[in-house]
């Protein structure tokens, strides 16, 4: 299963070595970076939960080095943000296939707290600020644009997935976004009925392949000292 997490991974991951063998300036964010594409690949690894990535343990001394580095974890730090405001902007912007948007809602639940967090609470709001426009919508007896409601779909889909396969404090704001795209329009509430095929085993074998085949290529370089 090709996963969106990896596919973005990947591309980075290649741009970066790129641009690295060429001697290319490489600015992410507010800083020059020049890690080894190894010591890059394993900053962005860490948008994935740690306990996924026990596959690295040969590596888990040069790791345990690295987190010391405010360098490094800088570098964790701008990669978990650039990820995060793509993993965004896809849900924003893109419409899936229910069978997508089960795929993207257990991807999800794969990446660090810290990153879902990035990812959860910008489009929280933008889902409140959605309600608020359907309920004032409801009450003053107003349209509400196209474009509008493609958000509030794509926002749906995503959540009620996401809060059926592990429930937290978003389910209140899932509960007035049903209550709000109802009274709107009735036929949004089917949207609230859906459930998510389980799909977790599949995607963590796709991980750990991936992981595997990364390790093999990693193992087979120097191992080298961390430097900036």
Known sequence: MELYTLSWLEKILKDYERDYEADEIIILGDKRVNFKPL??????????????LY????LEELIAS?????DFMHLVDLLRKEFSYWFREMVLHRDFSNSRYDQLSYEFHLLEEIVQKQIQIPLL????????TFEEA????????????????RLVNFFVR??????????????????????????LGALFNQKPRD????????????INE???????????????
Request: charged share 40%; proline share 6%; glycine share 4%.
């Open 39 to 52: 010591i890059f690949g394993i900053a962005l690894l860490h948008i994935f939960q740690r306990p996924l």
């Open 55 to 58: 596959k690295l343990e040969p």
């Open 66 to 70: 690295l987190k010391e580095r405010f």
């Open 125 to 132: 709001d933008e889902l409140k600020r959605l309600c608020i």
């Open 138 to 153: 409801f009450e003053e007896k107003k349209e509400v644009s196209e474009t509008e409601k493609r958000r509030f779909v």
């Open 162 to 187: 996401t809060e059926a396969i592990r429930p937290s404090k978003s389910s209140e704001l899932i509960e007035r976004a049903e209550k709000a795209g109802k009274n709107l329009e009735e036929s």
């Open 199 to 210: 799909l977790r085993g599949k995607i963590l074998e796709s991980l750990s392949s991936y």
């Open 214 to 228: 990364k390790l093999v290529k990693l193992l087979s370089e120097p191992t080298p000292h961390p430097k900036a």
